[in-house]
């Protein structure tokens, strides 16, 4: 078990670093979302009525979209060592299988939390006033983390079946658009009712919801609930299936 | 033995890649896959690094059953795959050090371990530079480098000179020379005849998945005797006509016959009577001393008449 612990832990070093590295794929993380956000706040926002300060309903939504990203690039990296002989090397020497995805998928969360700081810090600057104490700072940050670790080790078992690197991006795709589904940027009720059927029941409303909600001091209800348990169920999901791909990947 | 593989078979889908290998290494010795693209070299050696697992066979690396006990067979042996396993965003040193704390020798072993590859493989001044500034050759150091971390019984060597200049190809043979020096055992593969013949004490050439041969590279040269007579004719035709004639082995891209020879002035004058008496006149002559690539072509010609 320590072992699996070490060897895990100098995976997650490698994968920090060449992320540091990568400063392409680092800039576009936290510039995306930023722009994002100028742009809903600056430009959509002032015809979107949500019966508050635009900015105020947004950040969340604009925090949801950076994971979406984060995840994208988590499986490219994912797919990127698959692909590139660094798996047969890994493999070949008396390592733990799962470190070479473990050490990805907490390189993203970590990228992820810088990019959202960044993002939060922007907001406030643009005129973004959270109402929350610090236990609803630590319960808003707490579900985004867990949201996050379902989403990377989700993008992690999308990265261990691609095929290329491209195919990677291109299947990590819906996680980029399913926000826009959700009540991230306007709120269900004005969307037609087949689509609203899809945005109240995706997962991404309640997490969506309840961090506004915690952040904000809008009533959450039972969502908080409901987004723990996606949440939790995701990032189960999620382990397993990567786990499992990662297994059928490599075994031939 | 330190290698042992007997009955060795893996298909993929209805096609057999491996039909029934059976190989044998010894300690400290280097022993050469050789065969053309296709022949099945790298299925062989993902198996016996555990990577790929086989149909059937008996297979034991350092004692170890390479299908039952995948993970003692992984802390004896290190891989050199075909394309250089490198991280290029992470620098030289970087990459040793990661390997070496994967390796289980603790921090300062690893950077210890690393700091002396570096200097072996004349990288000292690359060292904290990103790989992807390295050149081709330079990689395939690192990556050689990588694999020597543990000191491992065996190096599975995959093609280690496939696309190298001439130049990084002879520090290359040097530096599998220098670990063999070091009583390491070496099992790779390679296109080029010339390669097995410089380094490997036994040569297994394999084609379409079966051994073809097996031996020294001098047993190998004895299996098409003595000198060769090679005949360059300017179209197939000729070429047709002059094997009918003579027999030998054809190679049909390069428009050459190769006869067997005793390297005698008498015996070129008679091959070049019968050729002027049959209307073929060849455009060149050379003779040689038997090299690897007349027993490649000589197993692989053989391969597609019925004997």
Known sequence: MSHAIADSMTMIGRSIRLGKRNVDTLIMSIVLPLLMMALFVYVFGGAIDTGTEYINYVVPGIILLCTGYGAASTAMSVTDDMTSGMIDRLRSM??????????????????????????????????????ASPLEWAAAAGLLLLYVLALSWLAAGLGAVA?????????????????????????????????????????????????????????????????????????????????????????D | MIVEATGLRKAYGSTAVLDGIDLEVAEGSVFALLGPNGAGKTTTIRILSTLSRPDAGRLRVAGFDVVREPAAVRGVISLTGQYAAVDAEQTGRENLVMVGRLMRLGRPGAKARAAALLERFDLVDAADRRVKTYSGGM??????????????????????????????????????????????????????????????????????????????????????????????????????????????????????????????????????????????????????????????????AREGVPA
């Open chain 1, 94 to 131: 008396p390592i733990r299988g799962f470190a070479v995805l473990t050490g990805h998928v907490v390189a993203s969360v970590a990228r992820n939390a810088l990019s959202t700081t960044i993002v939060v810090g922007a907001a406030v600057a643009m005129g973004f006033r959270p109402s």
């Open chain 2, 139 to 300: 990689r395939r150091r690192l990556d050689l480098a990588m694999s020597l971390v543990a000191a491992p019984k065996v190096i599975f060597l995959d093609e280690p000179t496939t696309g190298l200049d001439p130049a990084s190809r002879t520090t290359m043979w040097d530096a599998i020379r220098d670990l063999v020096r070091t009583g390491t055992t070496i099992f790779l593969t390679t296109q080029y005849l010339e390669e097995a013949d410089r380094l490997a004490d036994r040569i297994m050439v394999l084609a379409g998945g079966k051994v073809a041969a097996h031996g020294t590279a001098d047993d190998l040269k004895a299996r098409v005797g003595g000198d060769r007579l090679d005949l360059r004719f300017t179209s197939a035709a000729a070429l047709d006509v002059a094997a009918h004639l003579l027999g030998g082995f054809t190679d049909h891209e390069r428009l050459v016959l190769s006869v067997a020879s005793d390297g005698s002035a008498a015996h070129l004058h008679t091959v070049l009577d019968d050729l002027r008496a049959a209307a073929v006149v060849p455009a060149q002559v050379s003779s040689h001393r038997p090299t690897l690539d007349d027993v490649f072509l000589a197993l692989t």
């Open chain 1, 163 to 251: 095929k290329s690197v491209e195919s990677a991006s291109a299947l990590s795709f819906f996680m980029l658009f399913l926000p826009y589904l959700s009540s991230a940027f306007v709120p269900t009720h004005t969307m037609p009712s087949f689509l609203r059927g899809i945005s109240e029941h995706e997962p991404i409303t309640p997490v969506i919801e309840t961090v506004r909600g915690l952040l904000t001091g809008v009533p959450i209800g039972d969502r908080g609930w409901i987004a723990l348990a996606w949440s939790v169920g995701l990032l189960l999901a999620s382990f397993v299936l990567a786990t499992a791909l990662y297994r059928r990947r490599v075994d």
